[in-house]
């Protein structure tokens, strides 16, 4: 089975750009969560999506905003990128939200650098 | 969500046990411990996760004090490519947001 993809792997853009980066979760998780690496914050949680809801946030400007479509893939946006954006960003699955506790499988992120 | 408390780095020689302590003294009722493991610059890996019993599993054991207000990962007998930062997260029982704290970078030396 494969696992938790996410696309492009490396991306540069420039301050004021915006970007939308994709992960596809392991085929049958219909759980989705996102999350931030910096070497200064470390690994901060973004956003937890099941069935195309946001169920969770994290303390993250409205810049930073995604979406999960019906088959459970989701994308991320930042608008307005600022040059502390720079990072890697994780998404993880997981086979279903809320009632059991289950393991979320992480893909290999996006390192995003903002010029 | 609880915090939990980790030394910043530990070294283990290869071929013994490495013991990976954590503190979580605020945990509540209804959360879990889990451990995961980020190896340079990958996604972090699940390892083991409990409630209140002992765990173990193919990677690691995993030991909780009857007060659950900490718990020793196990590595039984680590090897080079254990080498990592590993990460004690207590998390809620109705969500998947993991709250990472500073880990614990551990060296494993010939």
């Known amino acids: 089975k494969a696992g938790v993809t996410q696309t492009p792997r490396y991306l540069i853009k420039t301050r004021g750009q915006q970007v939308t980066l994709s992960c596809s979760p392991i085929?049958?998780?219909?759980?989705v969560s996102w999350y931030q690496q910096t070497p200064g914050q470390g690994l901060q949680f973004l956003f937890e999506y099941f069935s195309e809801t946001q169920r969770n946030k994290g303390n993250f400007p409205g810049r930073f905003s995604g979406r999960q479509f019906s088959n459970s893939r989701s994308e991320m946006n930042v608008s307005t990128l600022e040059l502390g954006d720079s990072a890697l960003y994780l998404c993880a699955s997981s086979l279903v939200a809320g009632e059991l506790k289950k393991t979320q499988y992480f893909g290999p992120g996006t390192r995003l650098l903002v010029l | 969500d609880a915090k939990t408390t980790q030394p910043p780095s530990m070294d283990c020689a290869e071929g013994r046990a490495a013991n990976l302590p954590c503190n979580h003294s605020t945990i509540s009722g209804n959360e879990y411990v889990y451990w995961y493991r980020q190896i340079h610059s990958q996604g972090p890996q699940y390892i083991i996760h409990?409630?209140?019993n002992n765990e173990t599993n193919e990677m690691a054991s995993l030991i909780i004090t009857e007060d659950r207000k900490s718990s020793t990962l196990i590595l039984p007998h680590a090897t080079l490519r254990d080498t990592a930062v590993y990460y004690c997260i207590v998390s809620a029982y109705n969500t998947d947001k993991l709250i990472f704290g500073t880990g614990t970078r551990l060296q494993v030396f010939p």
């Open positions: 409990g409630l209140k």
């Open positions: 085929s049958g998780h219909r759980s």
